[in-house]
């Protein structure tokens, strides 16, 4: 008796070829689970969820920046000599607060809303540490102020970290 390849039987699994193939389809379900653990476990905060809604408000959004274009408002954030506070000086004197709102522009949680209280003369201050760290952080901010009555706001991007910012 010869012992030769065609009287020898190999089984399918002593051969790569068949682990090689089957590695591909089984990759790519590994894969397909790690994305769907991603995508629910971090949600992307850019995607605004009720973008039907915030369609239809644009225009009233707009008429606030309308509405200041035409008081011709301006305003400049900065800290106090101390550096303890914040001030903000409005070209006007009429409002009693002011309203400023940090957007952060990837995380959503970051988001804050700061009180003005009126100071001497068209200035307003304020004396939240969290405006320190904003200004003093690495990122990209989208800074809004907004009157007390919330007939207007000034709007401006900021790359921090800076020191004062015009609106």
């Excluded at 004197?93 to 957007?103: N, P, Q, S």
């Amino acid at each position: 008796m010869s012992n030769t390849r065609a009287d020898k039987i190999d089984h399918w699994y002593y051969h790569r070829w068949p682990w090689a193939l089957m590695l591909i389809p089984f990759a790519a379900v590994i894969f397909g689970i790690f994305m769907v653990t991603t995508a629910l476990y971090f949600p992307d905060d850019v995607v605004v969820d009720t973008y039907y809604k915030d369609g239809k408000a644009i225009n009233q959004i707009l008429a606030l920046d309308e509405a200041a274009q035409l008081r011709g408002l301006q305003a400049t954030l900065s800290a106090a000599p101390t550096g303890e506070r914040f001030v903000i000086d409005l070209n006007t004197d009429t409002e009693t607060v002011l309203h400023l709102f940090a957007y952060h522009v990837t995380d959503s949680s970051a988001d804050r809303e700061f009180l003005f209280l009126p100071d001497t003369g068209n200035s307003y201050s304020s004396q939240s540490a969290e405006i320190a760290g904003i200004l003093s952080s690495n990122g990209v901010w989208y800074l809004e102020l907004r009157g007390d009555n919330n007939d207007w706001r000034l709007r401006t991007r900021a790359l921090t970290p800076v020191s004062s910012l015009e609106f």
